[in-house]
């Protein structure tokens, strides 16, 4: 069975703590992406990346970075966390896009709480 | 730019009830048009697609038809079951872009 799966289900931090957030695919996808979910919100695209070592800005970038070395693996950097970062973040990907098979799989999710 | 629009929630409705959920979409061009759901605890599944116009999606009893005219692709169910009680999003990809786009969500609770 295909897979996305996120390192961690709850994460306590402090602010201004460095914090990682790990994201890793079993389904040699080309596409991945870091969302965040919040009430009355919906899903915010925070990065993505469609091939290794490439990312691409989505529509809520700020105080977020991310690392993709190997095709499995996108982690989500947050530089200095802050309260207003608190939040749930899915983690996905997909085949690339154009393929007429796009669809997204879903990582269960990571509560972070920063404090 | 492109963007998804969904009916605000929480919607509460009875079992056996008939659902709709209305989804509207701005895209240029003919985009991919998709519905996935969230259980509780769980991350985003795709519940079904349609990839273009007058085109039905079908899964699990739910529907939904990509009616270009009105931009709309509501979904629809004909009975619910309390195991339907979850978050449901419409999405959206481009036909020329690398990216997806959602609604916020609309939260459904079945009720026995």
């Known amino acids: 069975d295909v897979k996305v799966t996120q390192s961690s289900r709850y994460l306590v931090k402090r602010t201004g703590e460095k914090v990682f957030l790990e994201c890793v695919q079993d389904?040699?996808?080309?596409?991945m992406f870091w969302y965040r979910q919040d009430p009355g919100l919906g899903l915010r695209l925070i990065y993505f990346?469609?091939?290794?070592?490439?990312?691409e800005k989505g529509d809520i970038p700020e105080g977020y970075s991310v690392s993709r070395e190997k095709k499995e693996r996108f982690s989500l950097i947050l530089e200095s966390a802050s309260t207003n970062q608190t939040s749930m973040y899915l983690c996905?990907?997909?085949?690339?896009?154009?393929?007429?098979?796009?669809?997204?799989?879903f990582g269960s999710g990571t509560q972070l709480s920063v404090l | 730019g492109d963007s998804v629009t969904q009916m605000e929630g929480p919607v509460t409705l009875s079992e056996e009830a008939f659902l709709t959920i209305n989804c509207t979409y701005t895209?240029?061009?003919?985009?991919?048009l998709f519905w996935y759901v969230q259980y509780p605890g769980e991350g985003l599944q795709l519940l079904l697609k349609?990839?273009?116009?007058?085109d039905k999606g079908s899964n699990k009893g739910f529907e939904a038809t990509y009616r270009k005219e009105t931009t709309s692709f509501h979904l629809e169910k004909g009975s619910v079951q309390v195991s339907d009680s979850a978050v449901y999003f419409c999405?959206?990809?481009?036909?020329?872009?690398?990216?997806?786009?959602f609604g916020t969500g609309t939260s459904l609770t079945v009720i026995p």
């Open positions: 996905a990907s997909s085949l690339a896009i154009g393929t007429g098979v796009e669809k997204l799989f």
């Open positions: 389904m040699d996808h080309e596409n």
């Open positions: 990346s469609y091939d290794v070592k490439m990312k």
């Open positions: 895209a240029t061009g003919y985009p991919s």
């Open positions: 349609a990839t273009k116009a007058d």
């Open positions: 999405a959206l990809i481009p036909n020329t872009g690398n990216q997806f786009y």
